[in-house]
Each structure stands twice: as C-alpha cells, then as structure tokens.
C-alpha cells in the first residue's frame, strides 16, 4: 500500500465505524473492496494488519456500533473474510476474538440488522472469502455456522439463497479434496466433520418431499461435480446416487431441471464419467422425464465427450420425437428415414403437443432450438436425418400457415393449435436456415423454397417472422448448389429468384418500416455475395428492386434509409444500379448517386443514415467505384468536409476510416494492416510523396485529422493519433533539414491546434502547405498522446488514493454541516 | 320459442324469432350475389359488352340468346340485375311487430319486407345505420336506374330450361323470387317506419319484451340487440368487432348470462388478418402507382373506406405519394364524407376527443382541404375535367356489375400496369371479373374484413358464456375449401344449434317463470312469517289483472254493501265471495319434546316407534295414535272428538301459523 493510502486510511475507518456518518454510495464499498482484495493479493494481510491498525478497530468497533448502515456491516464482514482467507491472518484476528464477533452469535447475526439481506449476503460472502483453509473449516464446524447457511438456503432474497448454496459447495470441495490438507479417506467416516454433517444435510434434503428443499440440494451437488476433479467425486456419487435415482420414482419428477443439471454436471466430470451406472441413471431419467423437461438433458447428453452410443441415441430420439409427432400427423406415407418412429398417440409427446397451446408451443421451439444448436457442433450425431428433418421444420412451418393437411387427429389438432403462431413460425424458420448449412437432398429444395416465399408473401407473416423468414431465404440462397464449371444458378434457385423478386419489391413498398428495412437488408446480403453471379443479375435488373431501393433513401425512417444507403451503396457498387434519368425526361441527363448520398451525410438528421453514406463511401473509394474514381481529390474532400462538421462520433470515426484508404492508396498500405510483414513496406519515392502531400493538403486531410486529434471522443481522438503516426513516418523523407519545416505558416497552425486543444474547435485551419503540415506532424507528441488516450479517460480517477479521498470528502461535508449546527 | 331463417347467407341475415307474445325480425339482409350472374351495365357504350355472343344450347337452339350472353366460356343474363330476396313464405310477414337492424349492410331487403308483405309494424335502428343505409339505398338504385335497361329476361327462370344452362346460372336457388332494385319511393316510405333508438335504451314490446340496442363494434351505429323479458335473455350478436377501427367499441358485458345467443355476421375470410390486408393493400397500391400505374378500388361508400382513407392520410407522405390524386366517385361520396364528421357519439374514444378540441374525427377532412382526396357524384361532369393519371379511384358497385366502377374496369382493364385492389369481402372477386375477362390488369384481393373471427368468437363465448348458442350452419363445419382447418368453425359446448335458409328452429328453452306486480296497498297489508333465516312467506289474497302483458296482483275489492234488490249488480259483485283463509302452519314436531309435553299433559304409557318417513307416537292407554310425518301428522283416535282436539292443540304448540 503506498503511504498516501496508509495516512488517508484510518481516517476513513474512523468515519465507516461512525453510525452518525452514512457512506452514500454502496459502488464506493464495493470498489474499496476490489482494492483490498487486489492488495492482500499482491502481499501479506498480517503485515496491512499490523501496518493499518485502524483496519483491526474498525472490525472490533462494527458488532458494537449500533445503528451502523447494512452497507457498512456487510463491507467490514467482507473485508474480515477477505483478511481471513490467510491462515496466519486467520490466527491474528482469531487471538483478537475479532472473528466470533463478527460471525458468530455477537454478531449481526440473529439481530436487527440481520433482516437486510445486504447483510446476511455480506456474512456468507465473508465465510466464503474466508474459506480457504482447515482452521477456517474448523472455525465454521465450532461456531455452527454451517446450521445458520443451511437455513440460508432457503432465504427470501434468491442472491443471499444462491450465495448460501455456493458455500456449501465450496466447503465441501474445500473439505474433501483441497489443498490445504490432506486428502481425506475415501471412507465416509475418515471425512472431516463439516464435510459429513453438509452431505447428511444434503441426502436428507433429497429425501424430502419439498420441491424448493430438493432442489437447493441438487445445485449445492450440480456446483460441486462441477468443480471436482478428485477421487472423493466418486465416493461421494456412490454414497448420493441413490436417493437422487429415488427421485425418479415420484411422479412428477421433483425439481426436474435441477436434477438434469446435476446429472449432466455428473456427466461432464472426468472422475465419474467412467461410472456405467451413471449412463444407466441418465438412461432412466431420459425416460421418465416429461418430454419437456428431458429435452435440456438429452441436448446435454448428445454433447458430451464420451458417452455410451446406445445412450446418444436414445437422448437423441427424445430430441427428434416432437418433430417425428408432427412430421406423422401430416404425412400420409411413412417420411424419409432418420427420425424414429412416431410415438403412440397416447404417448407423452403427444401428450404435451395436445394439452394446451403453451406446452404445444414451448415444446416446440424448444425441441428446434435444441436441434439448431446441436447443428453446428462436432458432436452432432452421425448420420444427421438431414432430409426428415427438413421434411419436418416444412411441416410445422405449414401447420403455422395452416396450409398442412392433417393425416390424424393429432394432425387436427395441431393444426388449431399452431395456426398463427408467430413463437414457432420464429424458432421454425432460424431452424430451418440452420439446415442450409448441409448439402441435404436436392429433392426437397423446392419444398423448402416453396414454404420460404409463402412466409415472404403472406399478408399475415408478422414483422418479425419476415424477418426471420428473410434471413432463412438468404442461407439457403447462398447455399444452393451451382452446377459444376459454371457461374450461373442452379434452375431451382433461378426459378426461385424469379418467384422471390416481386415479393421483395411488394415488401419494399409495405408500410411496416421494418418490413422495408428486412427487405433492403436482405437485398444488400444477397448482392454482396451474388453481384458476379450473371443469373441473378439479370434477374434483378429486370425487376424494380434497384428502382424502389433507391426510393427509399427518402424514407421517412432514418433505419430504412440507413438500409437503404448501404443497399443502394452496394447496387452501385456493383454495376446494378437503376438506369437514372429523370422521370420527366427520361434519357436526359442522368442524376448523380454520389450527389444524392452527400446530401443525405450532410443533410440527414439521423446518425444512422449518416454512418452508413459514410461506409459507402470507403468502400467506393477502396473499391474504385465510377463515379469515384472519375476525381478521387474531390470526392474525398467533399466527403471529409461534410464528416468533419457531423455531430455523430462515429461519422468522424469512419471518415478518418476513409482517410485512411485514401492514404494508403496515395502512399502505400500502413503499417498495422500488416503487423507480421518482416520488413517495413517500401517508402514511396520522394517525388511521388511530395505529390501526395499536397494531394492530401488539398483535400484538406490534415486539417480532418488534426482536428479529430482534438476531438472530445477518445475513439476519433485516437484513431486520428494511428493516422497521423503513420502519415509521419512515411513523410519522413520529406523532411530536408531540421527546421526546414518552420516558418511562419507552421507556427500559426500549431497555435491553432494549440487553441484546439484548449477546446476551441471554432477557429479554422486555413490553407496548409505540405511542408508546414509535415512539421506540425512532427511537432506534435504523437507517441504521448498516444499513450494518454490508450488510458482509459477516468484512469485518474480509479486510482485508490481518489477513492479514499472521495469517500472521505462525502463524510467530510456532512462533517462542516456539524460544525455549522453548533 | 321458434327461430324463422329467412336467409342462408351468414353476413346478411333475416330471421324472424317468435318469443312469448312477439314476433320480431332480426335483420333484414339482400344477398346481391345473384348479380354476378348479370352483365355489367355500362355508363357508357360499351362494344365489347354489346357485341358478345348469344348463348345456344348444345344442340343448337338459339332461342336464349337474346337473354343470355356469352363471355370467355361464362354465361351472363343480359337484363336488369336482380336480388335474392329473404324468404317470404315461410311465416306470414304481416304479423312481425317489429324488425331490429343491427347495422346498414344488413337492412338492404327492407323495402322488399315493409312495402310488399304487409307490413304494419316498427323498425328500430339508430341514427347512423339509418342515414348511411339510406345511401347505401340511394346510390343502389342510382347505380340501376341510371343506365335503363330495355329488356327483362325472364325465360331462363323457367325450371326446365334453367336445368340446362351452365353452372353457376344452374345452380342458382329460387330464381323465380328474384327481384328488381326498388324505387327510391319506396326506399323512402320504407325508411319512414323506422324509429330511431340509442345504444342501451330499453324498449318495451308490447309489455311482454323490452329490446336494447348494444354497440358491436362492427361500423357507424351498429348494434347487437339484448332481448329479453324478466326470466328469459336471447342475446343477437351480427356484425361485430373487436378491432380497434372507428366504431365504438364492443359492449361484451351486457352480452353475459343468456338463455340464447344467435350469432351471425363473423368474418367472411377467417383466414385474413385485416392488418396483413391493410398491409398488403397498400403495398400494392404504392407498387403499382411508381410504375406508372392506376389503382381501382371498388368499394362501398361507407364502413372500410373511412379506416382506409386514415391509413392512407398516414401513409402517402412517408411512401412519398404526396402528390397522387386520390378520388372517390358516388353518388353519395359528398353525404358519406360528411355524415362520418357528424356521428361523434357513435365513434370510437379517440375520435370523440377529438371533436372536443374541436378538430374532425377523421382525417380525410384535411385530404379533401388539401386536395389530396377529390370525391364526385359521378365520372360524368366536373370529374372529366380533374382526372389525372396515375391515380386511386374508390367506387362502386364491389360486384362490378353496376357503378363507375364499370367503366374504370373497361377503360384500365386492358393495361397491365393498373390493378384492381378488392377490399370488400361480399362477392368473389373471381366471379367479379369474370365478365372482364380477359383481362389484362393486376387483380389483388386484399378482403378487409374487421368482423369476428373464430379466436374472438370462442374468447367471446366463454366471456358471456351464453346456455345455447345458435349460429348459421356454415359456422359449424370448417370452410369447405379448407376441410382440415377445424379451427376455422365455432367450439363451444354444448355444440352450437344451427340454421340453414328456409328452417324452423325450436328453441331449446322452457319458460318457467313469469312476474307479478303487486300492489303497495296489498303489500302493505302482508305479514310475512320467517321460515328459516332470510325466508319469509306470507300468504296474499288477491285479484290478478292481466293486461297488456302486464300481471298485477290487487287488493280484494271490499264485500259489497247490502242494496236493495232492484238495483245492478254492480262489476265488483262477480269477484268470488273469499272467506279469510285458513292459517298455514309450518315447522316440525320434536319428538322426544312432544312425548314430555304429553306426559306433563297426564298422558302415559307413551311408546314410540321410528317408521321409514317419521315417528309413530302410540297412547296404548288411550288407544290412539299419532302418526308424525315429514309433511303431514295425523291423529287416529276411536270417536274422542275432545281428545283429538286436545292432542292437536298440542301438536300445534309446536309447529308455526301464518
């Protein structure tokens, strides 16, 4: 601790231990702790004991203060157990009697303050801290703390409860395997007390028939195989098995979803994993579990390492049942092969789908969701039945739609049940562009096209479902096979393409914005991965998509017309723009693209508009577009000078972006694009630098960037720093002489952006010539600015000794208004 | 109870229930689809329409072709289009009382039933379906009597010949009782046997009913009817919605607790969210009018055209349509326009608010001060001077066979950039166009349709939770081009009752109870004996008068006074002679209380025994026996008329008098 801290710090104590002084803000304790904990950390607690006495004061002083703030009590219980977690820290404070006091019965526990559940949550974080060593278990066993954390367990405030659990389950690791001591018998009798009276609590509670009892049961348990690594995990599993398999005797399951955490906790442990009876008790709990609940379980089975393949294929056939359900109630002729064979119609899946509307749906979504993560891992099981399934996200697709026949009563009834159900159309569709990522049969692309435009065309499909539906259609777009050898579409995905582009230009037109927003999203995706493909380009200069994208940009909803900037940005980009011409005349002269994005930089009132003309443009300049490449100067500084007077950070963020390309293109490429190249890439001739310069002092980049050096957002600050640094270091072989550079036309701009840097930004550059602007750059402290950016902007503020100081100023003022009273 | 079914078409009812004494007319709809069957009349000479070929029978017989013509394989009547009237055989239409309009699509038959059958009753409705109905009425028989039509075809009527026409001409039911429009005098006189009501105002029938209009939601003025006496509720649910559009909002609650519920009117495209469509139409508008295109909407002039006309004041701005002439041509656009501005308490909240501030409730005011909506009579006079192209055109008829909508049909019909936006979800919009055929223009069916649908409809029941439900047959079945929807079709137990056009539905309620009125002064003289606690019984002599539905029971008139023998008797003189009655005695005798009481008495020898319905108390010494039964006690004793009279004193002492 450095010694301003040590002279502020028994001040401080002294008005903490003071009821009459209330501490305002909590944050204050909670970061007094962090620093604490950071110090004992880096060094020993007894000797900040014994170099902070007050620290030992204030601990005696906080179970006698009455009236003393729970935020003060709950800090000093913490602080004790952070102190504590040294065992001859421990021995200090325990020759004081300073721990009994605090925890124990003198304590807050049991009193007035006891009812605040900072407090209570204080005194278990304190034991939990303190938890690290045999004397401290010892102390947890002598003063019956362990009876006061069992109660916790159950407390009314979830965190104090969740707490409660979390130090049981630390004791217990701690107890049976931890470092401290040594590694206790595998014989239940050999374990240490505390370690038998926690596992006699725990059996007794799975024993009970109260669900929340059970429950905190199970995650005390799920929270120790979590983290145990040791032989004691099996002797422990062996002695708790059986009355956690005797909970699968009661029906319903008490605490399902605790007890599938357990398991699959159980499961993941390498030092029980091996334990075949374990595979039998996940088996049998698949089994009787309801289809809801075993779900999670049986995603958890399918990811786990190593496992049984006659157990992943029953887990998996509880996945897959809900949909082999619907799949069965739709189809006439057995499905494709994969999904096994649909239950009885008395069976609990169906079950669940028939009983209500909420349990059909959360069934459901569930089952897909499960199934779309399962997609993309490695444990996915081998062979996917990529066609069934397919064939079966189709089919509750259309059973939302109502447009499934149904083969059954089951089939009847969910069609009542899914008709318009936006939950499933959702969790249907994310499913359903999850499969696009498998080559599946061929056969069923125009099934899966076909229910994708009935979802994009229908009047019903809810936003968010379009959406969604928009998003699918793109994967699977994308995903569709191309004849070998050739760069043209697959004649299903022209044909769809064909079908696909009236609806998006119905949808451009919809008056939901964020219909038109998904639309133009989804015309920006689709033309970034498919501008080279000649069939869609045919296909879409044939249609009004370009025309009515580029209607957009006028739209009253500053996202659409975001959408619609960078759409349009990207139309043009690549040669698919609208053929422009006036409506009143057409073939007379055409209107500019590029005219038409600066108005919107300089003129949207929206950021969003504004950032996405901003990112056209770099890409434009990066990619040469037409239209930029006709007068690359101008545009640049046209683009700079609008950017540089924008409110929104971001645009002047993405205009020093733009500089950037731009100077790379006039210099070469910077260095932090290539941080591993061996060699620094090649300077430019000096003739040719010297052409660049002033190519960049006519376009006024200096100026952008000095005055973004300035700017009162770090992010602009220091990417304008980045640049500025790599300008100087290739402008080095300009330089000529030292002080060459000077002259008075570099001494006014320096004492500009002087007075820029003092905060008036009003006062304009003026005209800058290369050689004056290169010894600015030089002037400047780039590396120190650099360096003081890179801190973070209250670096001075977090320091400890500002803390302190803070907190003590707070007492302080309550302190002069004393004074005043008398 | 009885229910009449005067009409098969679920959204335009007409049924006729009988309930005690009344017999009232629910609804008076005209289903207009046998207009299909009828060419277009065209505002202005149309070659195509004139030129089409006569139809001849297959084996060549052209006597028909005069009235049926023939059209891209369809066959049309070519004559004055006709309606399908309620059935009028059925009951004797003389002896309905009254007739209860629930809103104004719903009362287009009226002229048929009050000027033709004889009838002498009231018709209740309020303000706005009356006004709006009448323009409805007004611009149906502009539409007709504007292009006068020389023929009437009447020989395909005949049943043998009508059997060998195509489908759908085939199939039509009762062609015979098809009628022309009617006269505007007979709108007028029709009109004028109505009496206007307000929303929850009680109307007495006759004494033996009182009638309430509710608000259903549905469009300007449109209620669902309560009718119900003092035991008996039969709630008429037609034509409502739960929407939020313009209309009030639905009166649920006065719905609850009814005998019976008849529910017409639910959504005629159960399928179609009238958001999606509102959606959908404007999508489609705005698409067609940046190609180039013009945009025909035929519709009715009032009901979805004020929400749509909203919509588009919100939108045409943001789609950048600012500058798009909309126009909105009918004989009655002017009044439609107008009397929406005028009917603030029948509007929804919002609206209402607003005319406090003061502002109009709709918006099209300021699309009309603007310019951005022009409305005309007609396609003749000040409009061919305004028309613009592209443009919106609202008008009608929705079956497209009569109207300004005709003549857009011919002038935009052969360009596909224009399209036809169908809203009104009356007449398919196939068979609409299948005189127009072919057709060049885009055709979208966007149905708006704000009325019920199946969800709300069960949400509904199991609000009100009505005994019996009794709806139109083809709610009880899922729709036939849609078989698997079986969520499409009314849920509720027990199973709905339904009807079919032409059918006597017995009702299936007893009545049970009627009320009594009684005098104060007879009240006054009742000395009510209480039971058990919160019961009380009396016993009342009294004359019951029964007139007009109304039973009061009234005091007894007092003994007439000895006259002398040659005067008249006089009225009160026929009123039976009533003697005071006798008490009522009421309680139960405790048995073991009895038997001391008889043995304080100086009885002995007292045995009792327990029988299956009470206690037998035997006086061996006396040979008597006293036999105490829930509802009756008798004393059997051989010719001891003293004693008898002493033992049923004593029973007496322990059972009450009143």
């Known amino acids: 601790m450095d010694p301003e801290c040590s002279q502020l710090l028994p001040a401080l104590c002294a008005a903490l231990a003071d009821p009459r002084q209330p501490v305002a803000d909590d944050t204050c304790l909670e970061k007094l702790l962090d620093w604490f904990k950071t110090v004992t950390e880096a060094g020993s607690s007894l000797l900040l004991l014994e170099g902070s006495p007050c620290l030992v004061e204030l601990l005696c002083q906080v179970p006698r203060a009455p009236g003393l703030s729970p935020g003060v009590l709950a800090f000093s219980l913490r602080l004790a157990g952070l102190l504590a977690a040294q065992e001859d820290c421990f021995q200090y404070l325990q020759q004081g009697q300073l721990l009994p006091g605090l925890f124990g019965e003198a304590g807050p526990l049991g009193g007035a303050a006891w009812t605040a559940p900072t407090v209570r949550s204080g005194w278990i974080q304190g034991l939990r801290a303190m938890a690290q060593h045999p004397s401290a278990l010892r102390f947890l066993d002598d003063f019956g703390a362990l009876d006061t954390v069992f109660s916790l367990q159950g407390d009314s405030s979830l965190f104090v409860a969740s707490a409660a659990g979390q130090l049981l389950a630390h004791v217990l690791a701690l107890c049976m395997g931890g470092p401290a001591g040594a590694q206790p018998g595998l014989q239940a009798r050999d374990w240490p007390a505390c370690a038998q009276r926690i596992v006699g609590h725990i059996e007794e509670a799975l024993c009970s028939a109260a669900a929340p009892r059970v429950t905190q049961a199970l995650h005390v348990l799920s929270t120790t195989f979590g983290r145990c690594h040791g032989p004691w995990g099996q002797v422990l599993w062996e002695r708790l098995s059986p009355p956690v398999a005797r909970l699968l005797e009661k029906d319903p399951v008490l605490a399902a979803h605790a007890l599938v955490d357990l398991l699959l906790s159980v499961a993941r442990s390498p030092a029980l994993s091996s334990d075949s009876g374990l595979w039998e008790t996940l088996a049998q709990t698949l089994g009787h579990l309801s289809p809801t609940q075993a779900g999670p379980l049986a995603l958890g089975v399918l990811k786990l390492q190593d496992c049984p393949q006659a157990l992943r294929t029953q887990a998996f056939d509880v996945l897959l049942q809900p949909l082999a359900c619907v799949l069965k109630a739709a189809a006439e002729a057995p499905g494709p092969p994969g999904l096994p064979a649909a239950p009885a119609e008395d069976s609990a899946v169906v079950d669940v789908l028939l009983s209500s509307r909420s349990a059909c749906v959360g069934l459901l979504c569930q089952t897909l969701a499960h199934l779309e993560l399962l997609l993309p891992t490695p444990q996915r099981p081998s062979p996917w039945p990529q066609a069934a399934l397919l064939g079966a996200a189709v089919t509750v697709l259309q059973f939302c739609r109502g447009s499934a026949v149904p083969a059954s009563g089951v089939g009847s009834r969910l069609c009542v049940t899914l008709a318009g159900c936006v939950r499933v159309q959702r969790a249907a569709l994310d499913f359903l562009g999850a499969l696009s990522q498998d080559t599946g049969p061929r056969e069923l692309l125009p099934r899966v096209f076909a229910v994708l435009l009935d979802y994009l065309a229908s009047p019903d499909s809810s936003p968010t479902v379009l959406r969604k539906a928009f998003q699918a259609t793109l994967r699977w777009l994308l995903s569709s096979p191309q004849p070998p050898g050739s760069c043209d579409l697959d004649p299903h995905t022209q044909r769809f393409l064909g079908e696909l582009l009236p609806v998006l230009q119905k949808r451009l037109c919809s008056p939901c914005w964020e219909v038109r927003d998904s639309g133009l999203e989804f015309l920006a995706q689709v033309t970034r991965s498919w501008a080279g493909q000649a069939g869609f380009r045919d296909a879409l200069l044939a249609s009004e998509v370009p025309e009515l994208a580029e209607q957009l940009l006028q739209d009253p909803e500053s996202y659409v017309r975001a959408s619609a900037v960078t759409a349009v940005g990207l139309l043009s980009g690549r040669g698919l723009h609208a053929a422009r011409g006036s409506p009143e005349r057409p073939g007379g002269p055409q209107k500019s693209l590029l005219l038409d994005l600066l108005h919107v930089l300089s003129t949207d009132s929206e950021g969003f508009p504004r950032r996405a003309a901003m990112q056209v443009f770099t890409e434009w300049l990066r990619d040469g577009h037409a239209e930029v490449a006709a007068d690359p100067e101008r545009f640049v500084a046209r683009v700079l000078q609008a950017a540089s007077q924008d409110l929104d950070w971001e645009v002047r963020a993405q205009g020093l972006e733009l500089a950037r390309v731009f100077l790379a293109q006039m210099l070469g490429q910077p260095g932090p694009d290539c941080p591993y190249a061996v060699a620094p890439p090649a300077a430019p001739a000096p003739g040719r630098l010297a052409q660049a310069l002033r190519a960049l002092c006519r376009v006024r980049l200096f100026e952008f960037a000095f005055r973004a050096l300035f700017d009162c957002d770090r992010a602009v600050a220091q990417k304008s720093c980045d640049l500025l640094l790599f300008l100087r270091d290739r402008a080095a072989p300009c330089d000529g002489p030292q002080g060459m550079g000077g002259g008075p036309d570099a001494a006014s701009a320096e004492a500009t952006l002087q007075r820029w840097r003092a905060g008036e930004q009003g006062q304009p550059l003026g005209p800058l010539e290369p050689e004056a602007a290169v010894a600015v750059l030089r002037a400047l402290d780039l590396e120190g600015l650099r360096g003081a950016l890179a801190e973070s902007s209250d670096h001075v503020e977090r320091s400890p000794q500002s803390l302190l100081q803070d907190m003590l100023a707070t007492v302080g003022v309550l302190g002069d208004h004393e004074a005043d009273c008398y | ?658």
Not at chain 2, 636 to 645: A, F, P, S, Y
Request: hydrophobic share 35%; charged share 20%.
């Open chain 2, 1 to 658: 109870m009885k229910l009449y079914c005067l009409s098969g078409h679920p959204t335009l009812p007409c049924n006729v229930l009988k309930f005690k004494s009344t017999t009232i007319m629910l609804d008076c709809g005209l289903d207009m689809t046998s207009t299909l069957n009828f060419l277009p009349l065209p505002l202005v000479q149309s070659a195509r329409l004139s030129n089409l070929p006569g139809w001849s029978l297959k084996d060549g017989n052209v006597f028909l072709d005069k009235e049926l013509k023939e059209c891209s394989g369809h066959v049309f009547v070519d004559s004055v289009p006709e309606f399908c009237l309620p059935e009028t055989e059925l009951i004797d239409l003389s002896t309905v009382d009254v007739i209860l309009i629930s809103n104004y699509h719903c009362m287009m038959a009226l002229p048929y039933i009050t000027e033709h059958t004889g009838f002498t009753g009231t018709v209740y409705a309020t303000e706005p379906t009356v006004q709006i109905g009448r323009l409805l009425m007004e611009e149906l028989v502009n539409f007709i009597e504007r292009v006068p039509k020389a023929q009437s075809a009447s020989l395909w009527k005949n049943k043998d010949i009508q059997r060998l026409l195509p489908s759908p001409l085939k199939d039509a039911v009762e062609v015979s009782t098809w009628r022309r429009c009617y006269t505007m005098q007979e709108v007028n006189s029709a009109l004028s046997k109505i009496q206007l009501v307000g929303y929850s105002q009680k109307i007495e029938l006759f004494g033996a009913v009182q009638v309430t209009p509710l608000s259903s939601g549905y469009a300007l003025g449109s209620s669902n009817w309560i009718i119900q006496s003092h035991y008996e509720k039969v709630s008429y649910v037609s034509g409502s919605s739960l929407l939020t559009t313009h209309p009030q909002p639905m009166d649920q609650a006065a719905l609850k607790n009814s005998d019976v519920l008849v529910l017409t009117g639910l959504t005629q495209i159960p399928t179609a969210n009238p958001d999606g469509m509102v959606g959908e139409f404007f999508s489609n508008l705005a698409l067609t009018v940046r190609n180039g295109g013009n945009v025909l909407v035929p519709c009715y002039p009032s009901g979805v055209i004020y929400d749509l006309l909203e919509c588009l004041y919100q939108y045409i701005d943001s789609a950048g349509l600012s500058s798009l002439p909309f126009y909105f041509i009918s004989p009655v656009a002017n009044s439609s326009l107008e009397f929406s501005q005028i009917f603030a308490e029948w509007l929804c909240h919002n609206k209402q608010t607003k005319v406090y501030l003061p502002e109009p409730p709709f918006p099209h005011a300021e699309l009309i001060q603007t310019n951005k909506l022009k409305h005309y009579p007609s396609i003749h006079g000040d409009f061919s001077n305004d028309f613009r192209q592209p443009c919106v055109v609202f008008t009608g008829h929705p079956s497209l066979r009569f109207g300004d909508v005709v003549h857009f049909m011919e002038l935009w019909g052969k360009s596909s950039l224009n399209t036809v936006i169908f809203t009104e979800p009356d007449f398919s919009y196939l068979e609409a166009l299948a005189p127009y055929q072919p057709l060049a223009m885009k055709c979208i069916y966007c149905p708006i349709d704000t009325r019920l649908n199946f969800i709300q409809v069960s949400k509904l029941l199991k609000e009100v939770q009505p005994l019996h439900v009794v709806c139109p047959e083809q709610y009880t079945q899922p729709p036939p081009a849609q078989p698997h929807r079986m969520d499409l079709m009314i849920d509720c137990q027990p199973p709905p009752m339904s009807y079919r056009r032409a059918e006597v539905l017995t009702l299936p309620f007893k009545r049970r109870y009627e009320k009594i009125e009684i005098m104060p002064e007879l009240a006054d003289s009742l000395v009510p004996v209480e039971m058990k606690p919160g019961i009380s019984l009396a016993t009342v002599s009294a004359v019951l008068h029964t007139k007009d539905n109304k039973h009061v029971l009234q005091p007894l008139p007092r003994p007439a006074q000895p006259t002398g023998g040659k005067k008249r008797k006089r009225v009160s003189d026929d009123v039976p002679d009533c003697k005071g009655p006798k008490p009522l005695l009421s309680g139960c005798i405790p048995v073991e209380q009895f038997v001391q009481t008889l043995e304080k008495h100086g009885f002995s020898d007292i045995k009792v025994e327990d029988t299956a319905k009470g206690h037998i108390v035997l006086l061996q010494e006396a040979e008597t026996l006293i036999q105490i039964e829930e509802d009756s006690t008798h004393i059997i004793c051989d010719n001891d008329e003293t004693l008898r009279v002493r033992l049923r004193d004593l029973v007496l002492k322990f059972l009450q008098k009143f």
